[in-house]
């Protein structure tokens, strides 16, 4: 009960010292606003996010493996939806970020976390990465992401469809959605 109250802690340390980040970053000129006067220009595109990957995974010294969910399927617009892997613990945490595609500013932090635990060599971040494998999605709406709307737009109806409300008993009607789940079972 002790090393889970110690992670616990450990992980909601990381995620004040992001959000404080990205508070700071809203006060460089042409970051983030706190005035809801954000120019998408200034955010992660589909493109960045995946050269970032890319970048983290190359620094890592293997730590980090990046891959796509591309056997399983791609996003409505056909881009891959892309997974960075980190620890090779028993316990599997799946953090998703971006299910809806205007909600831009927990990419960044889904990446900064991302690159913590790529790069910090703390006993602590160790122990993490001993007991549990990581997936981070940082961008689970890429469709959404580059249009900026909330939800996608599924191409074989034309609805435009919330992500995070795409779970249901009786199936997925997104590719996205899909995809995420087949890859949930193996």
């Given amino acids: 009960m002790k090393k889970m109250a110690e992670k616990i802690a450990l992980l909601t340390a990381f995620l004040v010292m992001l959000f404080s980040t990205l508070s700071f970053a809203a006060t460089v000129p042409g970051g983030p606003s706190t005035n809801g006067n954000t120019s998408i220009n200034s955010m992660l595109s589909y493109e960045d996010v995946v050269k970032t990957l890319n970048g983290i995974e190359q620094t890592s010294k293997g730590k980090v493996e990046v891959f796509t969910l591309d056997r399983f399927g791609k996003s409505e617009q056909g881009r891959s939806i892309y997974v960075a892997k980190v620890g090779n613990g028993e316990k599997k945490i799946w953090i998703q970020a971006q299910i809806h595609g205007n909600e831009k500013l927990v990419t960044e932090a889904a990446l900064q976390l991302l690159k913590t635990y790529a790069s910090n060599n703390s006993k602590e971040v160790q122990t993490v990465l001993e007991e549990s494998t990581l997936y981070f999605i940082p ?6 992401a580059e249009m900026n709307t909330r939800g996608t737009k599924v191409m074989e109806t034309g609805q435009l469809l919330d992500l995070n409300r795409d779970w249901a008993a009786e199936g997925f009607k997104a590719k996205e ?3 995420f789940i087949l890859i949930g079972q193996n």
Avoid at 139 to 144: A, K, Q, R, S, V
């Fill in 139 to 144: 961008m689970y709406n890429p469709d959404g």
């Fill in 177 to 179: 959605s899909k995809a």
